[in-house]
């Protein structure tokens, strides 16, 4: 057995290992364990400046962008996203790069026992989100990086990620998810994850319902935090449609920034940059007195931005779309984007989603977009049963526009059937989307060969 093999075993063992105890679909709302953890670690997490990003949709590929532009300027950056689409040690990434599954094995190896300390101490053991976070801290600390771009698990105020003080705030658009422990309002949502706002940061504010607003404007004012607001000190100018993405025009703090390409899809990543430019140049100190940051570093960071599972084709004819929309509002911005970039004659939908998730308000969206759908599930213990699914989705599709196949590589295998049959030879034009959960996109990407 080779060292890299030795790796990947002893990684595969981990990940059984801490999977095994609370995962991200049960949280206890507390930082008491995760204050304890990082303080027997000495603090990792203060070895290095962060920008800290939160909000319901958005969060992953802001903080992509946010990363690319940092290390466009030569910034040393580690950035924490979750979940992952293949591999656990992608939600790790250091100078542009997921860590290796030696990183991350000698890592967990060193903070094992400190976490046996404390899960002795509480009622409550550490769950796997906060072993990873505590992980990634670590890690990033022994890099060494200068910048963490860390964004939240779920919420803000008692996010295990929020023991972190962070210099910039980013908040995306807010609606309503995980009511069962954010509440069942968009002014209570917005008031837990406007807990990462801390004294005299800056929060960078993406445009927001006016009840999300008030709390995040509120939460501002009290810690004293500068605000950017899109729509008023930044935002999208102007943007064009393009082969593989579009051009941009933004509005920062500092100046216009013109004819930036982003190689990603839709109104939703126009805004996500914006949202990123402004955090980078609230960062640097960047505003009107003190104008743009460099131009052409913009344009190049930009146009290096991957964002594996939005929006992704990894085949074509039929072009096969991954998309990890996982509520109704992200999926709309999905279907607005793929009317406006690829203009299908024919799509048939490929619909997995998780339990507690609202897949009533995702349907209702798909039924006017797509000819067919064939409803499965995924592998998660949290999934929706393929026949639960096709329940909601006959009624509003009827019976004949609805295929069910519980295995996912059957459903795919369906999808690209129904939308070969069109009648004629011709198969441009044709196109099978896969979403509805971020655990469903990493496993199609893995059965499609996509790369992280």
Known sequence: MTEAQRYAQELRAIEAEIFGRRGEGHVNPSNERMLALVELLGEPQRNYRSIHLTGTNGKTSTARMIDELLRGFGIR????????????????????????????????????????????????????????????????ADAPIEVAVVEVGLGGTWDNTNVIDADVAVVTPIGIDHVEYL???????AAEKAGIIKANSVAILAAQPEEAAAELLRRAAEVQAAIAREGLEYGVLERRVAVGGQFLTLQGLGGVYDELFLPLHGAHQAQNAATALAAVEAFFGADAETGVIERDTVRAAFAGVRSPGR?????????????????????????????????????????????????????????????ELVVTQNASSRGLPADDLARAAVP?????????????????????????????????????????????????????????
């Open 311 to 371: 929006l992704e084709a990894v085949r074509s004819a039929p072009t096969i779309l991954l998309d990890a929309a996982h509520n109704p509002a992200g999926l709309r911005a999905t279907l607005d984007a793929v009317g406006e970039a690829f203009q299908f004659r024919r799509l048939v939908a490929v619909v997995a989603v998780m339990a507690d998730k609202d897949a009533a308000g995702m349907l209702e969206l798909l039924e006017p977009v797509v000819d």
């Open 183 to 189: 509440g069942d309002t968009v002014a209570k949502i």
């Open 77 to 140: 950056s580690g950035r924490y996203t979750s979940p992952h689409l293949a591999s656990v040690t992608e939600r790790i990434v250091v100078d542009g790069q997921p860590i290796s599954d030696r990183t991350f094995v000698e890592g967990y190896r060193e903070l094992e026992p400190y976490v046996k300390v404390v899960d002795a101490r509480f009622d409550t053991p550490l769950s796997f989100f906060e072993i990873v976070t505590a992980l990634a801290y670590s890690v990033f």
């Open 396 to 452: 509003l599709f009827g019976a004949d526009r609805v295929t069910v196949e519980p295995r996912l590589d059957d459903a795919i295998e369906a999808a690209v059937r129904l939308a070969e049959d069109t009648g004629d030879d011709i198969l441009s034009g044709i196109g099978v989307l896969v979403t509805g959960s971020v655990v469903t996109v990493g496993e199609a990407r893995t059965l499609l060969g996509g790369s992280a």
